[in-house]
Each structure stands twice: as C-alpha cells, then as structure tokens.
Nanobody, 115 residues
Framework: QVQLVESGGGLVQAGGSLRLSCKAS????????MGWYRQAPGKQRELVAV???????NYADSVKGRFTISRDNAKNTVDLQMNSLKPEDTAVYYC?????????WGRGTQVTVSS
C-alpha cells in the first residue's frame, strides 16, 4: 500500500498563489506516475497535472501556464505550485500515485479562490 498525505490548501483571493504538497509513504518503490486531480462541487474529478518518474509532465489545458508540478523522488513528494488562481480553480485537490498498475489517492485538500 501507498499512503498519500496532502497539505497546503486554503483560501486565497483571485490572482493569488498557493502551493500544494503531497508526501508518499509505505511501499513507495516502484511508484511511476504522480499527479494532482481536483473535484469541484457537482462535477467529476478531473486531471490537473501529472509527472512521470523521469520528470516529464502533462497539464490540463485550463491550468497550463499557471500551475507547475514538480517531484522529488528522494523525498517521495510531489508539489503543485498554483499561480494566478481563478474562482473556477476552487475544488478539493487530490494527490494521486500509480504503482505497479495500482492507483492510490490522498484524502484531498480544499482550495477556495474568492473573487
């Protein structure tokens, strides 16, 4: 099993920044993809950004140029730097990890952007 714990959510005004962090523990060897998803009220969970172990990344179109995902394989962490936040970025943000074809999720952290 892999345990994922997120931190860094909160309330911010539009145009502001937040940094989310996720720490993996447990059976962490073999983790390949790590990423961030979000779920707004009444909507499906959606991909925000993903980073492969080699450092390659992929972003949702809605966050390109504003969000940056990074990973520290030695510390088993994945961060999401969110800049120029918009009210539509308001959601619960979930950390995600893929290990040997199994998917693991954190409990989520709330991000609220006020207009």
């Amino acid at each position: 099993q892999v345990q994922l714990v997120e931190s860094g959510g909160g309330l911010v005004q539009a145009g502001g920044s937040l940094r989310l962090s996720c720490k993996a523990s447990g059976f962490i060897s073999g983790i390949n993809n790590m990423g961030w998803y979000r779920q707004a009220p009444g909507k499906q969970r959606e991909l925000v950004a993903v980073i492969i172990r080699d450092g390659s990344t992929n972003y949702a179109d809605s966050v390109k140029g504003r969000f940056t995902i990074s990973r520290d394989n030695a510390k088993n962490t994945v961060d999401l730097q969110m800049n120029s936040l918009k009210p539509e970025d308001t959601a619960v943000y979930y950390c995600n990890a893929e290990r040997l074809r199994s998917i693991f999720w954190g409990r989520g952290t709330q991000v609220t952007v006020s207009s």
